[in-house]
C-alpha cells in the first residue's frame, strides 16, 4: 500500500485525526494562512511573468527610422 493508494476514507480519517489534535480553531487559521500562501505565491507568479516580459519587449525594440531621412523628415 502505497500513498497513492489512501482513498476517500484514509483522507476523512486523516482529518479527523488533525481536527483531534489540533483543535478546530487552529486547523481554520492554519488553512487561512495556507491561503493567504497561495494567493501571495500566485500574485508573485503573475508579477514576474509581467516583468519577465516587459523586460524582453524592451531588449527586443529597435529603432525603425529609416537610414535616408534628413532632418525636416523627422518631427
Not at 481554520?28 to 508579477?47: D, P, Q, R
Request: charged share 25%.
Amino acid at each position: 500500500m502505497g500513498i497513492g493508494n489512501i482513498g476517500v476514507p484514509g483522507l476523512i480519517l486523516i482529518a479527523v485525526v488533525v481536527l483531534v489534535l489540533f483543535g478546530r480553531g487552529k486547523v481554520s487559521s492554519l488553512m487561512g494562512e495556507v491561503g493567504k500562501g497561495i494567493t501571495a505565491f500566485k500574485k508573485g507568479v503573475a508579477e514576474g511573468n509581467k516583468d519577465e516580459l516587459e523586460d524582453k519587449s524592451a531588449s527586443s525594440a529597435r529603432d525603425v527610422t529609416p537610414e535616408n531621412t534628413t532632418e525636416k523628415d523627422k518631427v
